[in-house]
């Protein structure tokens, strides 16, 4: 989160960078919600329930998202591809999903190198933490195991079963 703050600074607002990552950071969380639909022992059935449900959703925007990121970056989407994975979606083949999509994530890499934290400073690691106690932290207090469909989950506990890349996907997404 810190990686946010010199990111916002430095380019007078998102703006672009946050458009031109929309699509790069679906396909993360795309392929991350179905790989741990896949392997996590630990989820309850409404958490499962939760990403089907959420990587459902995701797939119905993420032609509109590759789009977007063509018009903006003038990169060719293969849609063929795409297409591919939405009917994998639509079938329940959540293997299918997450590997397409991880083909996906290959080709159209998000952009880490603005959000670097190594840019941080002390005031920006400070406001951070005031975001984090005073806004994220309100809601993400779920652990995994939870009776909801799509808890929040505490987000430190986040960061230690997902990639840097995902997670950061997911705060800017």
Not at 24 to 30: D, H, K, T, W
Not at 117 to 130: F, P, W, Y
Request: glycine content about 6%; aromatic content about 4%.
């Amino acid at each position: 989160m810190a990686g946010l703050c010199p990111a916002t600074v430095s380019s007078d607002g998102l703006g672009t960078i946050l458009d031109r990552g929309r699509f790069p950071s679906e396909l993360l969380i795309i392929q991350g919600d179905a790989h741990r639909l896949l392997w996590s022992d630990s989820l309850s059935q409404q958490e499962k329930d939760g990403l089907r449900l959420r990587i459902e959703s995701a797939l119905t925007g993420v032609h509109w998202l590759a789009a977007e990121y063509s018009s903006l970056t003038g990169d060719a989407i293969p849609n063929a591809l795409i297409s591919r994975m939405i009917r994998a979606g639509s079938a329940g083949e959540f293997g299918k999903v997450e590997n397409l999509a991880r083909d996906l994530s290959s080709r159209f890499e998000l952009n880490l190198s603005v959000f670097s934290s190594l840019r941080a400073t002390e005031v920006d690691l400070d406001n951070a933490q005031e975001i984090h106690q005073n806004l994220c932290r309100a809601c993400h207090q779920a652990d995994v195991g939870s009776a909801e469909q799509l808890p929040a989950y505490q987000l430190a506990k986040m960061a230690k079963t997902m990639t840097p890349k995902e997670l950061l996907a997911r705060l800017i997404n």
